[in-house]
DNA sequence: AAAAATATCTTGACAATCAAACTATTTGGA
DNA sequence: TCCAAATAGTTTGATTGTCAAGATATTTTT
């Protein structure tokens, strides 16, 4: 196997544990009625500044319409709650409720405890390397796949070879 | 910013770049009729022995019914057929068409590219020190999520200081 | 003031998903 | 040998997440 083999590897099977570990331990009996979906709309309202529907929905990567239907049940479920902008009438501002920061620090736990742990695995070197070499690859994709915040512009990667 | 915070921020922005990258570059003109779900589906199946539907339905992380669904799809399009095992006729194996190999080796394409690129940023020596940390990480999801084949028992990351 | 832009919500349509019930087949006792 | 249990897969009904397109209210631009 080569080193490329490897890598490739090593990345996929960490992507599938890390999805499937985060959703069974975000997903507990104290938050059993709200979805992994859910936590992660919580974790980008955030427990600073209230933000609108639009930012919420950039950040997430889906449309207004998506983000409503969500927001309508997280309202419902008392997690979140909508208030109406008095600057722009037009703009809701989300809000955690306690509920619902609660469960947003459950999920910051949640990941400061991984780190943690596979932190835990490495010495500080070892840790640093990771760190410098995972920036680069972060870097790299926000250099080639991002026109800064407008439209993505792709690469066609896969054919990037043989057209 | 700590060392733990960095990593953290690096690992959920790099899955998030991953997630969207691939998804923009698989679907394109020539696929356009499956998504990037179908293209998972399809990588699971393979190129190699059919297999049948509880193995793919366990690769994928799904019930056998929610595969039956997907497959009937791709078996519409044309992407995959069903054939009933000659030894066990209660079992039906998934073998990609013609088609269905063509959009496996897309995938695989983009793989290869990817990782090309990333490891084209870094030295050797960086990409096998990447690779030995990864590893660690893997190894420790393994050992402390996954009690072998059988059901998994997930520790309670969340809660493991304050309960 | 009218037109254009913006923020959000509503609606209708799908895709992905699960649990539970069902069918067909195989296997493992008694 | 024969029946009960297990197994592989499908069907069904419900829920969730998603988008596009259209509707509404408000602000900005001309």
Not at 1 to 14: F, G, S
Not at 33 to 43: F, P
Request: proline fraction near 1%.
């Amino acid at each position: 196997m080569t080193l490329e083999e490897t890598l490739n590897d090593l990345l996929v099977k960490l992507f599938k544990d890390i999805l499937e570990v985060e959703a069974k331990c975000l997903i507990t009996e104290e938050f059993a009625d709200i979805s992994y979906n859910d936590m992660h709309i919580i974790e980008a309202i955030g427990v600073e500044e209230p933000r609108n529907m639009k930012t919420v929905a950039n950040m997430m990567s889906v449309t207004t319409g998506t983000l409503t239907r969500a927001i309508d049940a997280l309202c419902e479920k008392g997690y979140v709650v909508r208030r109406r902008s008095e600057e722009d009438k037009r703009v809701v501002k989300l809000c955690l409720t306690d509920k619902g920061k609660s469960a947003y620090y459950h999920h910051e736990q949640f990941h400061r405890q991984m780190i943690k742990n596979i932190s835990s695995e490495m010495t500080d070197k070892e840790a640093e390397v990771l760190i410098y070499a995972l920036a680069k690859v972060v870097d790299f994709f926000q250099l080639n796949y991002y026109d800064t915040d407008e439209e993505a512009e792709f690469v066609d990667w896969a054919n990037i070879n043989n057209e």
